[in-house]
């Protein structure tokens, strides 16, 4: 890497580490902006909830923070670099290509969050602020610093863009946040929802195709969403989500967090049935987030592979890895894991075939068309003719999967 010893003495050509989400990412948490927030882990603070509220932001203020960061990783000063200095989102590149000027401009996951609140209506097992008892009213206004970008000429659009907390729904100003998203086309918005709250607001940008909608059921099961989420909410969640279906939109997702309380086979059938009869665009699968030194269990593990295989068979739609971008180790290793328990027991296959439901399904349904696409896509993304086609981290895997975002991906 360079030899040297201040960003002042960086040549163009000189390689250096730098990360995307130092340079344009910018997640809103109650204490602040990070510049991203991946999972259990996020970058170090660069912009203070305090100096919002003050007015005290400003672009150039930005861009020296985000410099600072990259400088420390690259041993040109001295300051705070966990977790990003281990984070396999941190590349060499040449000092050229490394810039600090904007707000977004790429798909990045959870490259653009919007949580700077906790305030909820439940209080499920697994979320952290149920864990320290931790729920709080809005900090700040993160328009105000979008706003700074925006009138520097410096906001981007082409982003992801999780809008979570929190339950978004209990905002007061949720329709202005989300209208601001939309009007200034920043890219696809995903609102993160637990859909207690029917809201006519989602109702409409979803009837529009304007968002995403993510709701995590967590159960299959009544009383597994009671203890999970600690409310007697699971008819109103179905009922809202149908309405929500009823939109007819292309962007309704369901989401399932394993957690030691619903690893079972009723939650396992029942979830798989209630996506039958929801009909969701996509289907996530994800682990509770292993706060602190805790480990990912193998029971976990195991539950997730038996989802992936019972989900694809009998709904005919390939679920998807919410933590695939996820750099931490010890989300690597998860990764590794689970590809492996689902190659077992696609060999083993012990739930027999599931024929009989996959006749009930027309053929020429334009859903099963695209999730038949989506399996051969990553199928093929998971075989040897690809690795060497295409070696990973390479300039070529990284242009197929640009183009591939931006064209067919979009739709499947």
Known sequence: MTTAKSIDELKPDDRVLSCKYIEMGSCFEPGGVHCCIQGSVRSPLIITADEIRNGQVSHDLVVQRRRALFTALNGLSVGPTDPCRTCANLKPKKYRDVSFEYLGGESLSAGLNIQHYTDCNQRCKYCLWTVEDYFVKPQYDPLEYLEVFRKKGKLRGNNWID???GEPSM?????????????????????????????????????????ILTTSLDAGTPATYKKVRAMNAWPTVIRNLIRYRNSGTKGLWL????????????????????????????IQICPDFPYGERQLPDETVQFAAKLFHILERLTGMRPVDYTTDFGDPKWVKYHEDLKKAIQELEKRNPYGDFETFQ?????????????????????????????KLLPPESTSAKWATIAYRRTVGRFV
């Not at 967090?257 to 996509?282: C, E, S, V």
Request: without cysteine; glycine residues 6%; hydrophobic residues 40%.
């Open 255 to 282: 989401k399932y967090i394993i957690t030691d309380d619903n690893r079972t086979d009723d939650d396992l059938w029942g979830f798989a049935l209630a996506m039958l009869a929801i009909r969701p665009d996509k």
């Open 163 to 165: 809008f979570s907390g």
């Open 359 to 387: 006749k009930l399904k027309p053929a020429s349904s334009m859903r099963n068309l695209a999730n038949g696409l989506r399996r051969s896509v990553d199928r093929f993304w998971d075989s040897d003719f690809r690795k």
């Open 171 to 211: 905002l007061k100003n949720f329709g202005a946040l989300l209208g601001y998203l939309l009007d200034n086309n920043m890219g696809t918005v995903v609102v993160y929802s637990n859909s207690v709250i029917f809201s006519q607001s989602i109702y409409d940008a979803l009837k529009r195709n304007k968002i």
